[in-house]
């Protein structure tokens, strides 16, 4: 499918590193708009939304700011845990939160007033959100900060299930989030449980296996600018 024949796919070069940039904010920044449904759907955010959401509201500051400030503290833990960090998990970090804000800006979906109906503009959100995490990825430059961290914490407590693993790290940030004012609810429950099937059911679609992904180090990124800088 998407990229699996192209030259660009395994960034040896700068043109094949800057086009898959590209294609990384772009569908981060559609993801974003998937995230605004959910939230529009006004019947409890996802787990990291509570986060997000919670702080907005508990210090007065945009959605937006509060996921970049989220992401980067996550993404700090990745990089303290030594786990491969690549230039996408930087733009994950910036453009969803900010497409969030445009969104709301915009007004382009007004909230939910029943369950019925929050619960299909929740799934929707899911499933646009399932397949821009196909094509972010397809970019090969790195997972999420949230997505490495799970990982990082799997290593590291290798007697439990990641599936455990990840349950309880959505708690937490749900908790949290609950604690500072965040929206939970029974679309909580459905993004916690539902967005994997999703994500997993969007992936047959396209005959995608994101474990043969090679997801690209910023460091090799760096070095391919320098190769063709010093050729």
Not at 53 to 80: F, P, R, W
Not at 208 to 222: K, L, P
Request: with cysteine; hydrophobic share 50%.
């Amino acid at each position: 499918m998407l990229y699996r024949n192209s030259r660009f796919k395994e960034n040896q070069s700068g043109r094949a590193i800057i086009a898959n940039m590209l294609l990384a904010a772009i569908s981060l920044f559609i993801n974003g708009f998937g995230i605004y449904l959910t939230i529009q759907a006004n019947i409890g955010a996802g787990p990291w939304d509570v986060l997000n959401l919670g702080l907005s509201k508990s210090l007065g500051i945009l959605y937006g700011t509060a996921s970049i400030a989220v992401s980067y503290l996550i993404l700090g833990i990745d990089i303290v845990l030594k786990e491969p960090i690549g230039i996408a998990m930087f733009i994950d970090a910036f453009v969803v939160g900010k497409a969030v804000d445009f969104f709301n800006r915009m007004h382009v979906i007004p909230s939910c007033d029943s369950t019925i109906k929050g619960i299909f503009v929740m799934i929707i959100g899911l499933v646009i959100m399932a397949y821009t995490q196909y094509t972010y990825m397809c970019a090969s430059l790195g997972c999420g900060p949230r997505d490495t961290l799970l990982v990082a914490l799997a290593k590291r407590f290798r007697r439990v299930p990641i599936g455990a693993v990840s349950i309880g790290l959505l708690s937490l940030a749900t908790f949290i989030g609950w604690i500072l004012g965040g929206p939970v609810g029974i679309g909580t429950l459905i993004c916690a449980f539902g967005a994997g099937p999703i994500m997993q059911m969007a992936f047959m679609t396209v005959g995608f296996d994101a474990t043969n992904v090679h997801h690209q180090h910023m460091a090799e990124s760096v070095r391919v600018f320098m190769d063709r800088k010093t050729a």
